[in-house]
């Protein structure tokens, strides 16, 4: 069974900078082997959206949104996918989640809030 743990939310100012981590584990799971991996966010009263994605390609993208302040990036050694996010706003409120796919399983962790405060 494939588990995803997102770390690293917390509360900053605007301008500040996180960075998230999306741990993975499984028996045999390799984030080298998964077709994408995805951030997502969900914000009080909204529906989930698509932040970033990082395919088996290394092909990347990003929501408008957040162009030129995220960063996503993985460490297949380590199982871990981030998302480095800079020049914070008050819109970035949400709560963050991570999202892999591979063959057939799509996954999905708990999720970490990220509070961004003026």
């Known amino acids: 069974q494939v588990q995803l743990v997102e770390l690293g939310g917390g509360l900053v100012q605007t301008g500040g900078s996180l960075t998230l981590s999306c741990v993975a584990s499984?028996?045999?799971?390799?984030?080298?082997?998964?077709?994408?991996c995805r951030w997502y966010r969900q914000a009080p009263g909204e529906q989930r959206e698509w932040v970033a994605s990082?395919?088996?390609?290394?092909?990347?993208a990003y929501l408008d949104a957040v162009k030129g302040r995220f960063s996503i990036s993985r460490d297949n050694a380590k199982n871990v996918v981030f998302l480095q996010m800079n020049s914070l706003k008050l819109e970035d409120t949400a709560v963050y989640y991570c999202?892999?796919?591979?063959?057939?399983?799509?996954?999905w962790g708990q999720g970490t809030q990220v509070t961004v405060s003026s």
């Open positions: 999202n892999i796919g591979q063959g057939r399983g799509n996954y």
């Open positions: 990082i395919t088996n390609a290394d092909n990347i």
């Open positions: 499984g028996s045999g799971f390799s984030i080298g082997n998964a077709d994408w």
